[in-house]
């Protein structure tokens, strides 16, 4: 036999949901954003709020905007550099060969020393 409450699994307070306890819901118009990958976004708005001209897809997240034939282009995004690539950027062929011969002949001129250099 079930020992327990009658009113298990609800709060304090809680009584039957409907607009009469929470009042009128405010007037809503849905908008509607395209993406350049075909999706659909419905966003809800109050009807005197001004929107956005431009919404995150959250599919794939691209911009998408409200013109179903005109869909904003994905955004140009730069690969990423390494270290190497901001060198190159700085120093042309002929210096980076005049500085790695340079640190070169300084590491033959330490190990002609006997400094130990690994």
Not at 43 to 60: I, S
Not at 75 to 83: A, D, E, G, Q, R
Not at 87 to 94: F, G, S, Y
Request: with cysteine; hydrophobic share 35%; net charge negative.
């Amino acid at each position: 036999m079930a020992v327990g409450s009658a009113i298990r699994g609800s709060r304090v307070g809680a009584g039957p949901m409907g607009e009469a306890e929470r009042g009128d819901s405010a007037p809503r118009i849905n908008v509607t954003y395209y993406c350049a990958n075909g999706h659909e976004t419905r966003q809800a708005f109050a009807v005197g709020a001004d929107y956005p001209m431009e919404w995150d897809c959250p599919r794939c997240g691209l911009p998408a905007n409200t013109d179903a034939e005109n869909p904003p282009p994905p955004p140009h995004i730069l690969p990423y550099k390494t270290h190497l690539a901001y060198v190159k950027e700085r120093r042309t062929a002929t210096e980076a060969k005049d500085i790695l011969s340079e640190a070169l002949d300084d590491l033959r001129a330490r190990r002609e020393a006997g400094e130990a250099i690994y």
